[in-house]
């Protein structure tokens, strides 16, 4: 089930979040975020928390920030869903792109991104302390 990310799930989402990635983000940038209204937050959860997005709106674009989802649960289509709604979210809200930054040497979310119709469109030299950012683009609907 996806719902609305809130404030008391910021603990789980941070185990989560230091299991995923190599520089996993703070507890305050998930609080900034959730705190913003033009971003929106997700998570999926059954009994327990299994994966979260993280987008915001900007002019006509919605920005993809963060997606992730235990590593036990992968391949089940939970990653597709919750990029699926955050698609929709900006599509609810008019914006014409969406796009995101993925490091140059992940292969499996750039291949992931790819299957959902992101095309790579340019590259940010060093926008993560030890490696370049892939930056992909789609259009909406």
């Keep these: 089930m996806l719902r609305r ?13 230091n299991r995923c990635f190599k520089n996993p983000w703070s507890a305050f940038a998930f609080w ?9 937050c997700i998570v999926m959860a059954n009994k327990k928390i ?7 709106l900007e002019e006509e674009k919605i920005h993809i920030l963060n997606i992730a989802v235990e590593k036990e649960e992968r391949r089940k289509g ?5 990029l699926q709604d955050m698609l929709e979210y900006g599509a609810s809200n008019k914006k014409r792109r969406a796009f ?9 979310a750039i291949s992931f991104y790819e299957r959902h119709h992101f095309n790579k469109i340019g590259v940010k030299r060093r926008y993560y302390s030890d490696d370049d950012a892939i930056i992909m683009e789609r259009l909406m609907g």
Excluded: H, Q
């Design 32 to 40: 900034e975020l959730m705190s913003n209204e033009d971003c929106y």
């Design 78 to 82: 939970i990653g597709t869903r919750i």
């Design 100 to 108: 995101l930054e993925v490091r140059r040497r992940n292969c499996a």
């Design 5 to 17: 990310m809130d404030f008391f799930d910021v603990p789980v989402i941070l185990e989560i979040e």
């Design 50 to 56: 299994i994966g979260y997005g993280m987008a915001c």
